[in-house]
């Protein structure tokens, strides 16, 4: 066994669970875990370590082996904003020629506290069609709390208007008359709003799911 996936399977299965029972035991997610043990999503860390208790195992039998030498991921140089949106237009500077189209980009929206995203169009950002098809609108990044999904102050989130999520999606959530970016979490019998970054703590309330993040432009601070 050389992935997670197949490991996590193996595990589960040794002990007689269901991707339902692991569920439970783990507070995982049903889906995520099955995305997990097919390979479609590497599970973070923190959710490796709640797996592997909930499966009696040390997480270090779930990691691949060169993450077992170093658990920490290497840190990348950051990238001024301007080096980050040189970087986006050379990636797109074919399909940008002829077939652009422009994406309103409406204010802010809070990786925060959840607080009032701005209503008014700020700018326009030129996207391949093919990509600004899948999208409704762009939003601009304030705050740090989903910093671990590579979403920092400044980044601008493309989003599709949308009322549901599935598990482990980064939403656009509204709480009364203010909005917040989170990841979206849930399982059979409740859901919830997860920040991206360990240093926040965010309460289970009541929201609605106003849109989801298909894509990021991701502006790095200096």
Known sequence: MENIG????????????????????????????SDYENNKVEPRRDTLEKLAKALEIDVNDLLKEEAKEESKPELKPELGREKELELFRALFKDLLMDVSVKVPVYGSVPAGKPQEAGGEIS???????????TIDYALRVK?????EAGIFEGSIVF??????ADDGDIVVARKGND?????????????????ANH????????????????D???ILKE
């Open 6 to 33: 197949e490991k996590l399977k193996f595990y589960r299965k040794k002990l007689g669970l269901t991707l339902q029972e692991l569920e439970k035991r783990s507070g995982i997610g049903y889906a995520s875990i």
């Open 123 to 133: 700018e326009y950002i030129k996207m391949p069609k093919e990509i600004a098809s």
């Open 143 to 147: 705050g740090m709390s989903m910093i």
């Open 159 to 164: 989003v599709k208007n949308q009322n549901y």
């Open 179 to 195: 909005y917040t970016i989170k990841r979206f979490r849930k399982t059979i019998s409740e859901s919830w709003l997860e920040p």
């Open 199 to 214: 240093n926040f703590i965010f309460g289970k309330t009541e929201f609605q799911i106003v849109g989801i993040v298909k």
């Open 216 to 218: 990021i432009l991701r």
